[in-house]
């Protein structure tokens, strides 16, 4: 455990949150709590095929409350998605959000509660800190142990007229209540689980070497790679294993504490930048740069470095520094093709001749001010060409 | 120095990244809830600063929710905990339970009309006010509500039934005034009908005595003594025809009408006959419209003809040949009875004095004459609902004109 490398502040926001089998059964006591009377349950097609959407509608109803459902949210959601069920959410004269399903959803049913609290556009609140005034109360119920999108302080809009992804950085979209339930994690298909594991595991990694880390963001970074690194080849093997689940969603959930507080660093910034250029699945490109950029990182986060080998459970006494980074993302690598994660960058459909405005857009991401080794744009187009 | 400001901005933004932003650092619910409940306060404070009653009462149970200061006092309302709050009915009246009922059962498109009631109340100090109450439907927190204004209008009250009070007393006056004039207007006719009629007998012996006088003293007076014997009879039968005008002056607003079917086309002809008789030898044409009738009492009727068909041949004693027309015309639904003759006329700038009595027109010299006549024929005319006016040119002749309310259609 490092000690504080700097007089800094450091600031630790996590919203009350329920972990656990039937956790999502708590949502009618929860939306009381929160003076709820009309709510706008948000989610997707599939989330609602699964039938998580329905159970939550029907235990709302049997409280009392009076739900309007938002299901035309499609994955990288989009600011006029958030728009439509600002304007549903206004109709319907809702006064809370109940959001069931991933990160897309999540997405956008916080940037639905920005603009229910404070108006204008959700394009509007790109950047840092833009938000002044508390949103709409926010319930989440997480179906995907990944994006932790449930505990965090980012929510990634797309704007499809710059074909672009802005985010929305501030601790006023940290969900008021998390409803963390392993047993919603079972209906997702072996694929989608891998990405989300991986997702999860570069939220760790970047918590923990991010130059804003801190002890207790460490210990929560710590905890989520073991958990993860444990089970993400189980949970591919065993998929109706709910002790695997449990474990899986417990470590998204510490990855998200962690890097909600600590933030990101290089891979997420251009992992946006890939989302909102060519549309591609973010566990996905997370999981295809992490280790390209741990590589790139290694030498201005050492010590990090010796927790992430630590909590993988590598073999790596009396290492060099070269051995060890060589270890390390020797071994990212060969989780991901374990669990069935083996495209490039260029299987994706990403050409060479697109590495430089990828790059440009990376570079202007807030993600980037917190890797640890400081990237100018050719640092950046590197990686990319070598992920390709 | 522009990288300086970049670095700046790049430190600015990560601690934004970090929670450290101005905006999240200021993330409160509590400071938020801390400004609406100030507002909230403040919005009570300004209700409770209105003079008027303000009450917040629940539509179904139709018990008071809550209220501002004003309508405490106007109601005397007192916050206790241990009884149930009262109803809006135990507020402003149970008389008013009917209206309230209709109007909350009222159809959905006049859902946005308010109802305006009055209500009175004595208050525990015995003073009395009045209020106009005004109720309109309101929905919060999902609950049907109905809000109810009450303004004190005692005031207003107090004055307009003064108002009502001095218009009575003036309304009695006039008619104590009205009685008194009726009363005094009758003496005075009473009056003058015995005055007139009093006068008679002392002048029938002046009269008579004079013509002892004459027929028995014939031989014992001189020419001059006689001379002024007949100027003394001269000056009776004029006295003797004016106590006859003011009688029927008097008579005609005197004493109850029988209305009955009458034939003037005849009456007029008796009339005009007797006045040929008099004047034998003066050249005069009548023509009288066969057939008119109409409805009035027999008595002033033929008064009224005889004054205006013995006008129309005096006045027209100066011409050699005189025309007299009597008939009728219809001009605007209305039946206009005229007689009209070629005679003296008058100048139509004394139309006004025409009717008046004792005003005359002419000399006596001119024509004889005591100015009654035409003042008895206005009172019966008017007696009879009807109006009667006059047109005339000097030199060229004179037509009258009047209406009967009661007149019958020429048959
Ligand atoms: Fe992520």
Redesign the pocket.
């Known amino acids: 455990m490092s000690s504080l490398l700097s007089s800094e502040l450091r600031k630790f926001v996590a919203p009350e949150f329920v972990f656990g089998i039937g956790a999502r059964k708590q949502v009618g006591q929860y939306a009381h709590n929160l003076g709820a009377k009309r709510i706008l349950v948000v989610s997707d097609a599939g989330v609602k095929k699964a039938g998580w959407t329905d159970e939550t509608v029907d235990i709302l109803s049997q409280e009392g409350f009076e739900c309007t459902q938002y299901l035309d949210v499609t994955p990288n959601p989009k600011a006029e998605e958030v728009m439509n069920g600002v304007n549903l959410y206004n109709e319907a004269q809702c006064d809370a959000i109940v959001v069931v399903g991933g990160g897309s959803p999540i997405d956008c049913a916080k940037g639905i509660s920005i603009v229910a609290g404070n108006g204008g556009k959700i394009l509007s609140y790109e950047g840092v800190d833009t938000v002044p005034f508390p949103g709409a109360p926010l319930l989440c119920i997480p179906t995907t142990a990944g994006?932790a999108a449930d505990v965090s302080q980012f929510a990634i809009i797309t704007d499809s007229s710059r074909r672009n992804k802005i985010a929305i950085i501030t601790k006023s979209i940290v969900p008021d209540v998390s409803l963390i339930d392993p047993q919603t994690t079972l209906t997702m298909d072996p694929f989608l689980t891998a990405c989300t594991g991986l997702?999860a595991l570069?939220?760790a990694v970047e918590a923990l070497v991010s130059n804003a880390h801190s002890p207790i963001t460490d210990l929560h970074a710590i905890k989520a790679i073991e958990l993860i690194a444990k089970n993400i080849e189980k949970v591919i093997q065993t998929p109706d294993d709910l002790m695997v689940r449990q474990n899986m969603t417990l470590g998204c959930l510490e990855a998200g504490l962690a890097f909600s507080n600590a933030s990101?660093g290089a891979v997420?910034a251009m992992?946006h930048s890939l989302g909102g250029y060519l549309d591609l699945p973010?566990?996905e490109c997370?999981a295809i740069l992490l280790d390209h950029v741990m590589a790139f990182n290694f030498k201005d986060a050492e010590k990090q470095f010796d927790h992430i080998a630590k909590a993988m459970d590598l073999e790596v006494k009396g290492f060099t520094t070269q051995q060890l980074r060589t270890s390390i993302t020797g071994e990212v690598d060969r989780l991901r093709r374990s669990v069935g994660v083996v495209r490039s960058l260029g299987e994706l459909g990403v050409h060479r001749t697109d590495v430089g405005e990828l790059a440009g857009k990376a570079i202007q991401d807030p993600c980037l001010l917190t890797n640890p080794r400081p990237a100018i744009k050719r640092d950046i187009e590197v990686i990319y060409e070598e992920a390709l | 120095m522009k990288r300086r400001s970049n670095k700046k901005s790049q430190q600015e933004l990560r601690d934004g990244v970090l929670g450290l932003g101005q905006k999240s650092m200021r993330k409160s619910y509590y400071s938020q809830l801390r400004r609406r409940m100030d507002e909230l306060e403040q919005y009570r404070g300004l209700l409770n600063q209105a003079r008027d009653a303000i009450c917040l009462v629940d539509m179904d149970s139709l018990s008071l929710v809550d209220c501002n200061d004003g309508a405490k006092k106007m109601f005397q309302l007192h916050s206790d905990k241990d009884t149930p709050p009262p109803t809006l009915l135990e507020i402003i009246g149970e008389n008013h339970e009917k209206i309230i009922t209709e109007w909350l059962s009222q159809s959905d498109e006049a859902k946005n009309d308010s109802l305006e009631i009055e209500a009175e109340r004595t208050l525990a100090g015995g003073e009395h006010i009045f209020i106009l109450l005004s109720l309109s439907r309101a929905v919060f927190a999902d609950i049907k509500h109905i809000v109810c204004v009450g303004h004190d209008i005692t005031a207003r009250r107090n004055a307009e039934i003064a108002l009502q009070n001095s218009h009575a007393e003036l309304e009695n006056r006039v008619k104590e005034r009205t009685r008194e004039l009726a009363h005094s207007n009758k003496e005075l006719e009473a009056f003058a009908y015995s005055v007139s009629h009093d006068l008679r007998a002392p002048l029938r012996s002046i009269e008579g005595f004079g013509q002892i006088l004459l027929d028995d003293y014939h031989g014992k007076m001189d020419d001059e003594g006689k001379q002024y014997i007949k100027y003394m009879q001269e000056g009776c039968l004029e006295m003797n025809a004016l106590i006859d005008g003011i009688l029927a002056l008097s008579r005609s607003t005197r004493g109850e009408i029988h209305i009955e079917e009458l034939d003037l086309s005849s009456l007029a002809q008796n009339i005009v006959q007797t006045l040929h008789n008099t004047e034998p030898e003066r050249k005069v044409t009548t023509a009288i419209m066969p057939g008119l009738t109409c409805k009035g009492d027999s008595r002033l009727i033929k008064t009224c003809l005889e004054n205006l068909l013995g006008n129309a041949w005096k006045y027209s004693s100066k011409k050699p040949h005189t025309q007299i027309d009597f008939g009728t015309k219809e001009e605007d639904g209305e039946t206009i009875y005229y007689i009209q003759d070629n005679g003296d006329g008058f100048d139509m700038n004394s139309v006004e004095r025409l009717f008046q009595p004792f005003k005359r027109l002419h000399t006596n010299s001119q024509f004889e004459g005591n100015g009654i006549g035409l003042a008895t024929v206005k009172r019966i005319i008017e007696r009879h609902g009807g109006r009667i006016w006059a047109k005339g040119e000097v030199g060229i002749g004179a037509t009258f004109n009047f209406t009967l309310l009661a007149a019958a259609k020429k048959s």
């Open positions: 994006t997702d570069t939220h990101l997420h992992a973010h566990g997370n």
